[in-house]
Nanobody
Framework: QVHLVESGGGLVQAGGSLRLSCAASGSISSINAMGWYRQSPGKQRELVASITSSGSANYADSVKGRFTISRDNAKNTVYLQMNSLKPEDTAVYYC????????????????WGQGAQVTVSS
């Protein structure tokens, strides 16, 4: 079994900051890309940021310059530092990771966290 557990969501005023964390645990053989998605009511889930195992990051245009994704491979953890938050950033944020477990070594599949609510008030 592999699990992704998120933490760090909450309520913040516009202009404020939050940091999300997502730790992968269980029968993990290897982790490739990790990332964050978000979904607000009535909208499709969208990619916010992703990072490769070597640390190369990619961002949605809407968060460039405000959000920073990072990871600690030793802890199987990915972070999302969110600064200058706007009301339109309000959403449920989901962690995602491509993981090969110890049963199917070399076979990567996506795993998802349970979601963390981020609410930005104006």
């Amino acid at each position: 079994q592999v699990h992704l557990v998120e933490s760090g969501g909450g309520l913040v005023q516009a202009g404020g900051s939050l940091r999300l964390s997502c730790a992968a645990s269980g029968s993990i053989s290897s982790i490739n890309a990790m990332g964050w998605y978000r979904q607000s009511p009535g909208k499709q889930r969208e990619l916010v940021a992703s990072i490769t195992s070597s640390g190369s990051a990619n961002y949605a245009d809407s968060v460039k310059g405000r959000f920073t994704i990072s990871r600690d491979n030793a802890k199987n953890t990915v972070y999302l530092q969110m600064n200058s938050l706007k009301p339109e950033d309000t959403a449920v944020y989901y962690c995602n990771a491509d993981i090969a477990n110890t049963v199917a070594i070399g076979y990567f599949r996506p795993y998802w966290g349970q979601g963390a609510q981020v609410t930005v008030s104006s």
